[in-house]
Structure formats: C-alpha cells, structure tokens
C-alpha cells in the first residue's frame, strides 16, 4: 500500500485562488511541489514549497521549455497505487507519487484573440508540459485529483477539510473536465494555425499572419447547459449547447427568473425574438415569434405602446407566442402582456411590479438578458460570427447575417420618390424581413408590422398570406410599405402587394428583369428602393 505523505504539483498561469488552495492542502499535510514564478508565489506567502527542478534533478532548460517533462514527474502521476509492480518501480527508481495535480495552461486562446498576434507569441503560448501533465493525471484519475480551472477548487478545498481526502467521485469528474479542457486547448491550436493562409513564403514569426475566415479544420467547443425535455417534437431527444465563451447579449447568457424548464422549440423561437428585437436597439421595440418567424413586430414610445402594436398584427398567432422586448418591462406592458397566453417572455430589465404582475402565472417562462454592449464586432452585438447549418455527415459554414441597411444604402429606382416616413418604414420593414422565414413579404406602416407573410415556396402566395393575415386582424394595408426578402423576378409580384395597398416597396434588385418590375412600379404610381443585399433565412 502507499502510505507516504500525499504530494501536490501546482503549475499554474492564471494564479487566481491558487495561494488559498495551496494553504488548503498544506493544512492536509500534503507536500507542495511547483514550478517558476508559482512557486515562488507560495513562497512569498509563506508555504512551504520545493521546485520541482530540486525534485527531478534536471534544471528548467529551453527558456522553460522542458521542466515538467521527466520520468519523476509522470511516473509519480501516471503510476496506479494498487498495482504493485507500478509501486515498485517507483521505490526502485526512488520516484515518488503526485496526488494532486493543479494545472492551467499558457494562454494560448487569449493571445491569439489580441489584434496584431505575431506567429511568434501564438506559438510560444503553446503549452507542451502542461496539457502532458493533465493527460497523465486525468488517466490515472483513481489515484490523481487533477485541477484545470480555480472553479474546481472550492469543492476540493471542501472535501479536504471534510473528509481528509478527494472522492472518487470528484475525482472523475475532474478528470472529465481536464480532457475537455485539453480539447478545448488543442482545438484552439487547430483553428487558428488552419487558419493561417500560407502562401509562397512561410508568415515571418514576428508578423501577424493572414487568417482565413474558414479554417482548415473546424473544431466545435461547445459545453452542455442542460438537457431538455424532448427535441423538436416529444419522440426526439435533445440538448442545450452553448459556445465556451458565450458573447454577452446573447441568448444562452439569460438568466431565467421564473417559469417552467425551456423547452427546445421555446429556446429556438425565443433565439428568433431575441436577434430580432436587438436590431431595434435604442429605441422601445417587442417582437412576437411564433414557430420561428415573427408575427407581430413595433416600436413605439414604451414597452406597453410596443407591445400593443406588435399584438395588433397577428393576435391568432400572437396566442401561445414568445415575446421579447428591448427595454424595461413595467408594470403597465405587464398586466397587458399578463392578458394573453404567453409561453416564454424576455426583456433586459423588469421592473418588481411587473414581476409581481406575473407571479400568479407560474407557467410563463421570464428571461433577463442584458443587451449588448454594442460596437464594431458581432460579439460586441451578441451575435454569431458564424453560423452553421447541419447535413448528412457534413455542416455547412457561413458569415453571420449581421449585414445592417443605412438610409444612405438605397436606391430609389422609380420616379416617385418615397417620402420621409415612408422611409423610416422601409428600414424598420427591412428589418424585420431579415428575421422571416423566406419567401418573406412583410406590409408596415407608422413603425409596426400590418402583415407577415412567411416560409412559401412562392413570393405571391406569401405576398397573399400577409394580405389575409392582415384581413383577419382588421388591419387596412392601404398606405403600406412592403419589404421583400428578395427580388421580384416578374412583375407580378409588385401587382399584388400593390393590389392590397402598398405604396412603396424595398426589395434586392438584382433580377434580370429588374426593369420589368421598375415600369411596373411607374405604372402603377408607387416608389420603390433597391437595398442591393438580400436576406433569405431557411
């Protein structure tokens, strides 16, 4: 049996929590062993501490290159306790057992993060050593508690203090954690070194490399928030997912104040709210979802002024519906919102009278998301840079849609020229076209959705929905503007949105009939603007 005094390796480059862990396991009788500026870290407060340079008797060498990677340090991790033929070849070769192994690794992701990362620092921040050590400890995880995050150390610390010693339990877990966290590591390595386009010359170590947009490699690292209750429909299993390092602003940062567990289908149409309502940023907006597409969207003076012109457009569809707002949910929006059935209801801030409102309607699902900061990035926005689509053993890659339309973007292509307010509503119609489900054809007027026409295979039969849509909502479509998702390639999709009352329209262009539908548009005595980008979303 081995019965020596238990042995800690602490090596660490993020020293958060480290000194309290150490004197945790120093109060244990454990023996405290480290490397460089952590070791003297412990020093300076007191600990005792030996190098593991003095325990391996092989100096750190290659500018700290090579210091942990000795026989004396993975035979005293990787050797199994209760094989005795492993414990003698540690006695022979006087090598003692590592308990606890306390490990981060060079910070490899967040130099590469930094604008103007030289070759030369992304390769240096390569750890060799430490991922070696973890992997070792990780294998041996029945005789090795292995620590890889400061997260880990309060319920080490805990068991310590309770019951003298890591459970086994426990200790899998760790050893889970630190193979994730070596694939989070190498995966890293792997998208930005794929990444870097090498041409006729190898990039100089002391320049920024050119980055492809789409690595060589694509390596997801996404960590389980939970399991759900069944996918899509109640015969299929699903998960929650979220990136390792979520962007603030987006929806997996919500913080759940009150309501039942989210089901798959509330996480995806709450996602669709959420992108959409964000676009409205600085000015009070809600947007209703139902199955993934927006059925009612506005702005208005307040959230209760939003909300009710948002539920004005569809209040069929608005039944059942996610809601999202952009700004403070009082308590006026919420004992309108309370008169309807809701499944999952978001907003940036809730006032405690509003919270009140709802605290009868226990089913209703609320959720604070923080906006985003705002910026010049997608994560500055809380949005994805890439999206993914999945297919047969495959995935499909591509750039966000976080293309925004400046006034100064359009083209007034007609002789009628669309008046001021008229354009204020192209853009808030643009907008929400971007979020609907193509073909889209959306009718707005005075900053809310009058008609929605979403997902069918023809742009007329969704030009035709919105019409009907807007019918049974005792909505007149006279005076309207109409966004289209994408072009009319005919004519006769122009007719009939101006059929049903529109009088200026935004759509792409681009259509090699473009001409066809700008006489149109003349004939018929309606402006029109081209946007020049499309927004199809399958």
């Excluded at 004197?23 to 407060?45: P, V």
């Excluded at 209750?229 to 962007?247: F, I, T, V």
């Excluded at 193509?438 to 030009?463: E, P, W, Y």
Aim: net charge negative.
């Amino acid at each position: 049996m081995h019965n020596a005094p238990q042995t800690a390796l602490i090596s660490v480059s993020d020293k958060t929590g480290i000194v309290e862990l150490a004197q945790a396991l120093h109060a244990q009788g454990i023996k405290l062993l480290s490397t460089g500026g952590t070791a003297k870290l412990l020093a300076d407060k007191g600990l005792p501490v030996t190098e593991v340079a003095e325990m391996t008797g092989f100096p750190e060498m290659l500018d700290g290159r090579v210091k942990t990677l000795h026989p004396r340090v993975h035979g005293g991790l990787l050797a199994r306790r209760d094989v005795p033929a492993h414990m003698a070849a540690l006695a022979e070769h006087q090598i003692n057992t590592i308990d606890v192994l306390v490990v981060n690794l060079y910070p490899f992701e967040a130099t590469v993060a930094n604008a103007g990362c030289t070759l030369e620092d992304a390769i240096e921040n390569i750890d060799i050593g430490g991922p070696a050590m973890v992997r070792s400890a990780a294998k041996n995880w029945k005789d090795v508690a292995v620590l890889t995050d400061a997260s880990q150390y309060a319920t080490v610390i805990a068991e310590l203090t309770a019951h003298g010693k890591v459970s086994d339990k426990t200790k899998l877990g760790l050893s889970i954690a630190a193979f994730n966290r070596i694939s989070q590591y190498d995966g890293a390595i792997s998208d930005y070194l794929s990444a870097i386009q090498i041409g006729e010359t190898v990039p100089a170590g002391d320049a920024s490399p050119k980055l492809d947009l789409f690595a060589g490699q694509s390596n997801g690292r996404f960590i389980k928030v939970q399991d759900l209750r069944y996918g899509e429909n109640s015969h299929q299993q699903a998960a929650l997912y979220r990136d390792l390092h979520p962007a603030p602003g987006s929806l997996v940062t919500a913080k759940q104040l009150q309501g039942k567990e989210l089901s798959y289908n509330n996480i995806a149409d709450a996602d669709a709210a959420w992108e959409c309502v964000k676009s409205f940023i600085g000015t009070p907006a809600c947007v209703i979802v139902k199955h993934a597409n927006p059925c009612g969207v506005a702005v208005g003076a307040n959230a209760l002024e939003s909300y009710n012109k948002a539920f004005q457009t569809d209040p069929t569809s608005a039944f059942g519906g996610i809601i999202a707002l952009n700004c403070v949910l009082d308590e006026a929006a919420a004992q309108q919102i309370a008169k309807q059935f809701v499944e999952v209801l978001m907003a940036p801030s809730f006032t405690p009278a509003a919270l009140e409102v709802f605290k009868t309607k226990v089913n209703v699902r609320i959720l604070q998301i923080d906006l985003p900061k705002g910026g010049a990035a997608d994560w500055d926005n809380g949005r994805n840079a890439i999206d993914m689509k999945r297919i047969g053993s495959g995935i499909l890659l591509q750039t966000a849609d976080n293309h925004e339309l400046a006034l100064s973007d359009l083209k007034v292509v007609t002789t009628k020229q669309p008046t001021a307010e008229e354009l204020n509503d192209l853009l808030f119609a643009w907008k929400v076209a971007k979020y609907v489900k193509s073909n889209a054809i959306v009718f707005c007027k005075g900053g809310m959705t009058m008609g929605v026409g979403a997902g069918q295979m023809s742009r007329l039969d969704s030009a035709r929905i919105a019409s009907i849509k807007a019918g049974h909502a005792n909505l007149s479509l006279a005076g309207t503007v109409v966004a289209s998702d994408a072009f009319f390639p005919f004519r006769d999709g122009l007719d009939v949105v101006v059929d049903h009352g529109a009088t200026c329209i935004i759509q792409p262009g681009g259509s090699m009939r473009d001409q066809e539908v700008i006489d149109a548009a003349n004939e018929r005595g309606v402006s029109m603007v081209f946007s020049g980008v499309r927004h199809f979303r399958h």
